[in-house]
């Protein structure tokens, strides 16, 4: 099984602020198989990124995606309102997994 | 807009079977692959599988043995057996489509809205 570490766990942050969350993964994995999501209570998580880096549709250009191999990353360059949330990676290699999350909380 | 909307029992006593369906509207069945994922209450998600339109499957290493999905074409519905449940199988269960795109990109882009499953007595 290909675990993903993300980190931090908890992110504190301020609405205009930049937030950076870092997704790792136990083996090399294929870009083309990585994406991010994101889950606000009560609802089923939303597509943001795909493909390590290409925004799914609809998604604003504050959020970004980057990195490969084992190392990925999710930016979003200001915070709205709306952007506190909890985060989720998640690859396909043999079977699919997900990171533990990373919550982005209001400070 | 695809919608994706699961369906079934929100209690299954321990050792039994849950089953859920999910009725797929807005674009037709074929071509995707179609997913169950789980969430535990205040916890991550869990990947149980998915099924292709074909009858092609992939489950959980962890979870194979109990679980198996089915597609209806005809339907456009799809559906998850789980058997032999204890405590630990209550979650909020989500069913959503998978997708292999032209470009060679694999990523999940619908989901239900999701669906409480309790396993007691």
């Known amino acids: 099984e290909i675990v993903l570490t993300q980190s931090p766990g908890t992110l504190s942050l301020s609405p205009g602020e930049r937030a950076t969350l870092s997704c790792r993964a136990g083996?090399?994995?294929?870009?083309?198989?990585f994406a991010w999501y994101q889950q606000k209570p009560g609802q089923a998580p939303r597509l943001l990124i795909y493909?390590?880096?290409n925004r799914a549709t609809g998604v604003p250009a504050r959020f970004s995606g980057s990195g490969s191999g084992t190392d990925f990353t999710l930016t979003i360059s200001r915070l709205e309102p709306e952007d506190f949330a909890v985060y989720y990676c998640?690859?396909?290699?043999?079977?699919?997994?997900f990171g533990g999350g990373t919550k982005v909380e209001v400070k | 807009q695809v919608q994706l909307q699961e369906s079934g029992p929100g209690l299954v006593k321990p050792s039994e079977t849950l089953s859920l369906s999910c009725s797929v509207s807005g674009d037709a069945i074929g071509n995707y692959y179609w997913n169950w994922i789980r969430q535990p209450p205040g916890k991550e998600l869990e990947w149980i599988g998915h099924i292709s339109y074909t009858g092609g499957s992939n489950y959980r290493p962890s979870l194979k043995s109990r679980v198996t999905m089915s597609v209806d074409t005809s339907k456009d519905q799809f559906s998850l057996k789980l058997n032999s449940v204890t405590a630990a199988d209550t979650a909020v269960y989500y069913c959503?489509?998978?997708?292999?795109?032209?470009?060679?990109?694999?990523?999940?882009?619908?989901w239900g809205q999701g669906t409480l499953v309790t396993v007691s007595s």
């Open positions: 083996q090399r994995i294929s870009s083309n198989y």
């Open positions: 493909g390590a880096s």
């Open positions: 998640q690859q396909y290699t043999s079977f699919l997994t």
């Open positions: 959503a489509r998978g997708r292999l795109d032209s470009s060679g990109y694999y990523y999940i882009d619908f």
